[in-house]
Each structure stands twice: as structure tokens, then as C-alpha cells.
């Protein structure tokens, strides 16, 4: 079965302060996504990658970078967290079709 | 750009009752069309797709057909239970050129026994 895993699942950062978002699958997929849910605006993505060692910047990438070192991981970096970076994150993998999503890591920045 | 629509941001129904969740798309190229489930806690899980215009998805009694011309995909279910309550999020996926997915806001719908 199609297996997207996320960590930490939970956090809670200084703003100012740098936080990584960590996602591994193992669905030998070679699509993969960052999204951002909050109340109100549902899945809203952030970076995504179609192959290792390259990103593209979604609908909304200032203050977020992303980092794909293997096809079967993918990272979500912010560089100096702020207030409103404080949300739901979800990592996403497809080949061609539907989406698989992660547990979703839950950040707080205070 | 790309963006999707969903009318109903809270939906209440009583078991048994027809549910229809409203989704309309706009998009500059021909994009295959999805629901997602998300239950508390976790991550969206695919629910069905549909990839061309008049195409039936269906999965778990929901149904929705891709409409072209009205630039819709309603989703659907006829009797509704307790355990259906989850969000709902409608979705437009990626089509020649274009490796993005597109999401409404999601419908939140809440089955009362």
C-alpha cells in the first residue's frame, strides 16, 4: 500500500527560528507536494517537485524553500518562522492520477 | 489561474438524507477532476476521479459526473450515514504542461444520527 510518512507530526517554533519539515515515501512516485491547510482555504501548495534535486514554487512559496535530495524524499524549509506560518502542513506523492498524502505535520509558532 | 470552487463550506444532514456538494472548476487546459475525504487528524484520502467530460466516478455510494460545458463535478450521495462526516475537498488535476493541483476550500459536512 501506498505509504507517505511526515515528521515531526508535531511542532512548535520561535519566530525568527529555523524549522524543517521532513517527508519520505514509498511509493516510488516521482511527483511530490507541500500543502498548507487552514481554516477557511483548504490545501494550498506551497512547493512541489517532479524529479531529485529540483523544486518548482507553488501558489504560495515566499518564506518557505523546499529541498528533494532523493526521489523519495522531500523537505519543506523555513528559514526564519513567523506568526503566520503557524498551520497544518501535508506532504503529498503521485505518479499520474490521485494524490497520496501524509499524517500532516501540526506547527506552532510563537 | 487554475481555481476551484465549492458553494457549501458547512453542510448539516440526518442519516438517511441525499447529500449533493457543489464543485465548479476553471482551468485553461483539460484537467482530469477528483474528490478527496479528510477525516479528523488525518491527511486527505482519494475518494474517486473522473478524467473526461460525462465521465462517472463513484466510490463508497458517492458519485460525481465531469461536465464540460457547465465546468462541473458535483458530488453526491443518496443516503448518507453517521460516518460520512468528514471535509470534503473537490480538486482539478494536472493536465499537459501543468504538474499542479488545484483545491477548493473543502465542504464540511456533518451527519447527524
Known amino acids: 500500500e501506498a505509504a507517505v510518512t511526515q515528521s515531526p507530526r508535531s511542532k512548535v517554533a520561535v519566530t525568527g527560528g529555523k524549522v524543517t519539515l521532513s517527508c519520505h515515501q514509498t511509493?516510488?512516485?516521482?511527483?511530490m507536494y507541500w500543502y498548507r491547510q487552514d481554516t477557511g482555504h483548504g490545501l494550498r501548495l506551497i512547493h512541489y517537485?517532479?524529479?531529485?534535486?529540483?523544486?518548482e514554487k507553488g501558489d504560495i512559496p515566499d518564506g518557505y524553500k523546499a529541498s528533494r535530495p532523493s526521489q523519495e524524499n522531500f523537505s519543506l524549509i523555513l528559514e526564519l518562522a513567523s506568526l503566520s506560518q503557524t498551520a497544518v502542513y501535508f506532504c503529498?506523492?503521485?505518479?499520474?492520477?490521485?494524490?497520496?498524502f501524509g499524517p500532516g505535520t501540526r506547527l506552532t509558532v510563537l | 489561474g487554475d481555481s476551484v470552487t465549492q458553494t457549501e463550506g458547512q453542510v448539516a444532514l440526518s442519516e438517511e438524507d441525499f447529500l449533493t456538494i457543489h464543485c465548479n472548476y476553471s482551468a485553461s487546459g483539460y484537467p482530469a477532476l477528483f474528490w478527496y475525504v479528510q477525516y479528523p487528524g488525518e491527511g486527505p484520502q482519494f475518494l474517486f476521479r473522473?478524467?473526461?467530460?460525462?465521465e462517472k466516478g463513484s466510490s463508497r455510494g458517492f458519485e460525481a459526473t465531469y461536465n464540460k460545458e457547465t465546468t462541473s463535478f458535483h458530488l453526491q450521495k443518496a443516503s448518507v450515514q453517521e460516518s460520512d462526516s468528514a471535509v470534503y475537498y473537490c480538486a482539478l488535476g494536472p493536465y499537459t504542461g501543468n504538474y499542479k493541483y488545484v483545491f477548493g476550500a473543502g465542504t464540511r459536512l456533518k451527519v447527524i444520527a
Open positions: 503529498a506523492s503521485s505518479a499520474v492520477g490521485e494524490q497520496y
Open positions: 473522473a478524467s473526461r467530460d460525462k
Open positions: 517537485s517532479y524529479v531529485a534535486d529540483s523544486t
Open positions: 511509493n516510488n512516485h516521482d511527483y
